[in-house]
């Protein structure tokens, strides 16, 4: 399975602040998948990292508030701008492989 | 539209035998993941169903029936470590295995002596 790495793996953040979140994987992928888990709930798609192209962004989530980067075929950044408590969450990203889809293992992200 | 649901809760004793299940409709259909995810941590995939019918994988078993848009995850020989929640998630029309993934709201599983 794909060894996937995040950085930071958590940290506090200030209001109106931003914060770029890694993804490293050990293995090429054409496809990277940014969700976020808030607090007691389920995972929900923020965006798609396509290498090459633009990020392509669920309903709900824009580029100017999650800026996303995938340089290569193996790392991609999300970045949290002008942040608000109600942006902590679980940042997670996600690598199909195999027919399998794996996940990192997250930033917890907490906004004050 | 897209729906995914699940039981929010369930109990269950240590040694019984628990099913959860998962209904869904959605635009496209290219497979359905079952994870299992403790406090704290990342999901860890459990199973991968694609056509109807059961996937065995120890003490977990995954069954799907497309033409129901249903799916159970069945966990034999309870243990204590099982606690934890249960997500269904449904992989849409992609490229090929690539489709995104759209998750159900989970259920929390508590095993009890």
């Known amino acids: 399975s794909a060894v996937i790495s995040q950085k930071p793996s958590r940290d506090i953040c200030q209001r109106g602040t931003s914060l770029t979140i890694q993804c490293q994987v050990d293995s090429q992928v054409t496809m990277m998948f940014w969700y976020r888990q808030q607090p007691g709930q389920s995972l929900t798609l923020i965006a798609t990292a396509n290498q090459g192209s633009e990020a392509t962004y669920e309903s709900g989530f824009v580029i100017d508030k999650f800026p996303i980067s995938r340089p290569n075929l193996t790392f991609s950044t999300l970045t949290v701008s002008n942040m608000s408590p109600e942006d902590s969450s679980i940042y997670l990203c996600s690598v199909p492989q195999f027919g399998e889809q794996f996940f990192g293992p997250g930033t917890r992200l907490t906004v004050l | 539209g897209q729906n995914i649901d699940q039981p929010t809760e369930m109990t269950a004793t240590e040694g019984a035998i628990v099913q959860i299940n998962c209904t869904y409709q959605?635009?496209?259909?290219?497979?359905l993941f079952w994870y299992q995810q403790h406090a704290g941590e990342a999901p860890t995939f459990l199973s991968y169903?694609?056509?109807?019918g059961l996937e065995e994988k120890g003490r977990f078993s995954s069954f799907l029936s497309r033409s129901k848009g249903y799916s159970y995850l069945l966990l034999k020989e309870l243990q204590m470590k099982d606690s934890a929640s249960y997500l269904c998630a449904v992989r849409g029309v992609g490229s090929g295995n690539t489709g995104k993934l759209i998750f159900g709201q989970g259920t929390t599983l508590q095993v009890k002596p």
């Open positions: 169903n694609v056509l109807d």
């Open positions: 959605t635009s496209g259909f290219n497979g």
